[in-house]
């Protein structure tokens, strides 16, 4: 295991819920933080803009309360994640507000920029940066993340092609910082598998969509619990990038899941008119053949745990 700076090290069980765009909102932020695990949400959740700052005092003031009633169990903390692809005219602003509330970890993805990393550590706060492979890891700690979210196979949004035992373990042999796995994990057991390859967290998604508490259709989470991975398809044509939506949501927009056009990903976009035109079509990873129904994000992380506990003690007879 990796030392932890302060902010992980206080994670009280190794998960890290991704971020999902459109579906987090900081009711499922604040439960997945008294439940044990890392909270997160897209900056560009907020809108307009200036609810961002409405957002982050909810959040502070929701785990700060919840700390002071149960000092014996205090919450983890929280990420807010930010796309520093230059398509995003609303990076200033947000990250000024994470510097404003003191955000614990931020999340940085598709780009790695210095002056956010230097923003974030002006007050201590922790940078993990999520990469598709080995060569934009190198280049995320170079410009000063502190740590990294490898994102493989199966993931949920923007996922890469590169297995987990494969990128895990070209990562670990130069980099001994914070390290998170996303990609298909959505059981104890798999996050168990996730810290046996050398992740110090597991980076979870999907799952969390059917919570609740999250900010998603009904029939987008019962889609997900009815779904396996064979309903997930890999597709740059929504958003310019390639990731992974579930094959029904797509039939519903009137489109066949088995021929959908290359889109140009010079015209990335997120949030934009582009993403609106797609707003129907949902994000997925490939593990959701473990969730089989909708609980609340207590009740799931609850699950996670018993199965990770489960998992452990099998493994001790080896």
């Not at 949400?41 to 957002?55: F, H, I, K, V, Y």
């Not at 169990?73 to 990250?95: C, G, T, W, Y």
């Amino acid at each position: 295991m990796s030392k932890l700076p302060p902010a992980l090290a206080a994670v009280p069980f190794p998960v890290i819920g991704s971020p999902l765009f459109i579906i987090s909102n900081p009711k499922l932020v604040i439960a997945q933080c008294i439940a044990g695990v890392v909270g997160s949400m897209p900056a560009l959740n907020a809108r307009p803009a200036s609810q961002l700052d409405e957002w982050l005092s909810e959040i502070t003031e929701g785990l700060a309360a919840h700390n002071k009633a149960h000092p014996d169990k205090p919450a983890a903390p929280f990420a807010i994640n930010q796309i520093v692809h230059k398509s995003n005219d609303r990076l200033e602003h947000d990250m000024a507000m994470c510097v404003k509330y003191k955000v614990p970890i931020i999340i940085t993805s598709l780009g790695a920029r210095e002056e956010i990393n230097q923003a974030a550590h002006s007050y201590g706060g922790v940078v993990l940066h999520d990469i598709i492979n080995n060569k934009f890891a190198h280049k995320a700690i170079e410009k000063g993340a502190d740590g990294l979210v490898a994102v493989a196979a199966g993931a949920g949004g923007h996922a890469g092609v590169k297995s987990p035992f494969a990128l895990i373990q070209e990562i670990r042999q130069w980099f001994d910082g914070p390290l998170a796995l996303s990609g298909s994990i959505a059981s104890g057991q798999a996050i168990l598998a996730a810290l046996a390859m050398g992740a110090d967290f597991a980076y979870i998604g999907s799952a969390f969509i059917a919570t609740e508490e999250a900010r998603a259709s009904e029939d987008y989470k019962q889609c997900i619990v009815d779904s396996n991975s064979d309903d997930i398809v890999y597709s740059n044509l929504f958003t310019g990038v390639h990731g992974n939506y579930l094959a029904p949501s797509i039939r519903n927009a009137g489109m066949d899941p088995d021929n959908l056009p290359e889109s140009d990903p010079s015209k990335m976009d997120f949030g934009g008119e582009k993403t609106k035109a797609w707003k129907d079509i949902w994000g997925c990873g490939q593990g959701i053949g473990a969730i089989n129904k909708v609980l609340s994000t207590a009740d799931m992380v609850a699950q996670f745990k018993r199965e990770f506990a489960e998992a452990k003690a099998r493994m001790m007879r080896y």
